[in-house]
């Protein structure tokens, strides 16, 4: 039997039956894997609810099957503790978000330690920043494109130019299709993707920008990952910064 130990980040997590749950996880080893879950009877057993939430980082042991689209966990431990991401309500619904993003960002993706590690850093610096800045995920979610095969092609970022979100590139002229920013969009999009977390701040918005810019990155996921729907929990956060 094939047993595998690894880091893994937890994304997404539904009920099943009464004491049980599947996880979708971003591991280290095997990029995207789902795993069934027994949760434990006991608040001291292994699979305890309370280790499951979004964005936690896990090490885990699991019977790796190639041909089973649910693994099985045989144990599980915290492998990073996260302070505040699940008790802070200006992080709680970004976290939220962002687990949600990634279940669909990440759809098929096998090991890729460089995401991976893009991935566990992102949260990390998240959680333990003391002031989020609104463009977390915004930065984020840019960012994320350069390891899952799309990120725009700045080469050619003109001044006064538009961004062709199927062709991933700017360009002086307005495409022939209708999935493209004007300019001053563009260079909206062309700014957020110089930012890092630690100069993100930088960059003023109001919310009525930030909620439209969260719109345009969904849609050019959209466009990039077969089968990214609507997020049920993009309502939640336009509400929540000013």
Known sequence: ?????????????????????????????????????????????????????????????????????????????????????MSDPMKLPVAMFVGEFLSYATQGESDNPALFSFVTMSVEWFDGVERPSPNFHLVFMIRLSMFVGFFPNT???????YFDLLNACFCSSRPLHSHYLEPFEASKISLLMRLTYPTMHLCA?????????TEVILDYYRLHVPGFPQMRSTSVLRELFD
């Open 1 to 85: 039997m094939n047993v595998t130990k690894t880091a893994a980040i937890v994304l997404r997590v539904v009920k099943y039956g009464d004491s049980g749950l599947v996880a979708d996880m971003l591991t280290e080893s095997h990029g995207r894997v789902s795993f069934m879950v027994r949760l434990s009877k006991s608040g001291k057993g292994k699979m305890r609810r309370q280790l499951f939430h979004p964005l936690s980082i896990l090490e885990i042991d699991f019977d790796f099957r190639p041909k089973s689209q649910l693994q099985k966990l045989r144990d599980v431990r915290l492998l990073q503790p996260l302070h505040s991401l």
């Open 155 to 161: 080469e050619d970022d003109l001044e006064d130019g």
């Open 205 to 213: 918005m109001s919310r009525k920008e930030r909620n439209r810019c």
